[in-house]
């Protein structure tokens, strides 16, 4: 089977490991566990979110439910920073929800957990982002539909460089060098999220590499990546990193509240930033690692998926349908009015005004030039092995061949259990 490549969110995917414990106190993590849709016919369709930090967003999608007449719609919102082992210990469960959003990952594919969806997008395929449809795509089936895609990269304080007379950077050697000069004080020069797993990938595809190829076979063991590695423990070391923040990167209090003059962050946190900076803000790519290396930018997102196990598989698919394929005014809504997000449609995104000029427009640009979509195939595993090689490689000083080589056994491993 080849994995095709994935869109999604570099929050971790199956945060618990494969035997997760039962439902336990799940019901009491959601706002509402009552009915919220419309419709007598006595059906109803239960859907789990996670909690979105833009306000309004919870509000949103019920206020979506309500407006489907063929059944009852149910808004599980789980607030907890554990979503993934909520939801996956939920589809364990008779209290299953029938749909819910998450990212294209092949073993929910291989196990069954998730209905194939290509009988209602096949006749909309040609108007979502390619790349959206082929990270959802597995032997010519589609099993989600995105929703939302959210390119990541630095916000700078354009004053703050100016003043220091810094350009934005494009290597990442000038990225520490600016850096150290923009560390003042209390004042850390940059914040990269307190746990630097956010700019791993980025790092690999800033190398001139990858996770895994298009045979499914490890990319990311370069020299390009070593080289990389040892640039993060020189930048972890040094003094001018800010790796205290109140909140992680997805949020963007660090820039906002002072605490440093650039941040990594995402594309749905820019309507914030530019309320409280205005236009002293600007934005680059990760920076290339190595000469034959390029910038590069993640992009994430969430998709809505279909419980094929549940008990309400069919409804499901037709208020998935509903929503996320015939309301094209509700995606709009909700890629841009909680936060800025690109609309997977490409109809929506070519009408999006808010998305047309300024600070948007060159995000977008970011992203149709040095975007990287995911592989479906890359694994929870696969993913914490190599923050295990940041762990052991830029926080302790490990040596990176070392630990790149007991990351190598773990990915082998599973690349096996997928692919043979």
């Known amino acids: 089977m080849s994995a095709m490549s994935s869109n999604w969110d570099r929050r971790s995917v199956l945060r618990a490991a494969a035997g997760l414990a039962a439902l336990g106190p799940l019901a009491a993590c959601g706002s509402n566990n009552g009915r919220s ?67 294209p990952q092949i073993q929910l594919i291989k196990s069954g957990q998730v209905a194939d969806l290509s009988d209602i997008i096949d006749p909309v395929k040609s108007d979502f982002n390619p790349a959206d449809i082929a990270s959802h795509t597995v032997d010519g089936k589609i099993y989600g539909v995105r929703m939302i895609d959210d390119p990541q990269f630095f916000f700078y304080r354009k004053s703050v460089l100016e003043k220091a007379k810094i350009q934005p950077p494009t290597t990442l050697d000038e990225l520490i060098e600016a850096a150290a000069k923009l560390t003042t004080g209390k004042v850390k020069g940059l914040f990269i999220g307190n746990d630097l797993h956010a700019v791993i990938n980025p790092l690999i595809w800033s190398s001139g590499a990858d996770t895994l190829d298009a045979k499914n076979q490890i990319a990311y063991h370069t020299e390009g990546v070593k080289e990389g590695i040892k640039k993060m423990r020189q930048l972890f070391t040094s003094g001018h990193l800010l790796l205290d923040a109140p909140t992680d990167y997805w949020d963007p209090s660090a820039i906002v509240q002072g605490l440093t003059p650039i941040q990594f962050c995402g594309m749905w946190a ?147 259990k997928l692919f043979g």
Do not use: C
Not at 42 to 63: M, N
């Open 37 to 103: 849709g419309g419709g007598s016919s006595g059906k109803s369709v239960k859907q789990y979110f996670h909690a979105y930090g833009e306000a309004g967003v919870e509000d949103a999608l019920k206020r979506y439910a309500k407006g489907y007449d063929k059944a009852a719609v149910s808004t599980q919102w789980i607030t907890s920073a554990d979503y993934e082992s909520k939801l996956f210990s939920a589809l364990l469960t008779d209290n299953a929800p029938d749909v819910f959003e998450f990212h």
């Open 270 to 416: 820019m309507p914030v930033m530019q309320k409280a900076l205005g236009d002293d803000l600007g934005i680059f790519p990760f920076p290339k690692v190595t000469d034959s290396g390029k910038q590069s930018v993640t992009n994430g997102g969430w998709s809505m998926f279909v419980n094929a196990k549940g008990k309400n598989a069919d409804l499901a698919k037709e208020y998935v349908k509903w929503l996320w394929i015939e309301q094209k005014k509700y995606q709009e809504d909700f890629a841009l009015s909680y936060g800025f997000h690109i609309p997977p449609r490409t109809s929506i995104a070519a009408s999006a005004t808010k998305l047309k000029t300024g600070l948007p427009a060159e995000g977008v640009k970011l992203f149709n030039d040095f975007g990287h979509f995911d592989n479906i195939g890359w694994t929870q595993a696969m993913i914490t092995a190599l923050e295990d090689v940041f762990a052991d490689s830029v926080r302790k000083n490990g040596d990176p061949e070392a630990s790149l080589d007991k990351a190598d056994t773990t990915v082998n491993r599973e690349l096996k």
